[in-house]
C-alpha cells in the first residue's frame, strides 16, 4: 500500500497529531492484511518515520520544485 500526502499543519506539530494519524493508519493497514506500506518523504520528515521503524530504501532523490526525498517502506506484521 502506498502513503500519499500525510502531513500536519506547522501551528499543530508538536501535539502527536502526526503521530496518531500515521499509527492509527498502520493499525488499519494490519487489519486489512497488508504487510507493507511504502512512501517517499521528504528530507524533514524521514526522522519522524524513522522513529516509528520505517526504513529507507535506496538512495535520495529530488522532486523538483519540492526538494529531497527519500523512498521509505515499512513492513507490518499481519
Known amino acids: ?11 499543530y506539530r508538536g501535539r502527536n497529531y502526526g503521530a496518531s494519524l500515521y ?29 516509528y521503524k520505517a526504513q529507507i530504501f535506496g538512495e535520495p532523490f529530488w522532486i523538483p520544485e519540492i526538494g529531497k526525498h527519500y523512498l521509505m517502506y515499512h513492513t507490518l506484521k499481519v
Open 23 to 51: 499509527q492509527a493508519g498502520l493499525s488499519e493497514l494490519v487489519e486489512r492484511k497488508v504487510d507493507l506500506l511504502w512512501f517517499n518523504a521528504r528530507e524533514v520528515a524521514k526522522d519522524f518515520y524513522e522513529k
Open 1 to 11: 500500500m502506498q502513503l500519499r500526502g500525510m502531513a500536519v499543519l506547522p501551528q
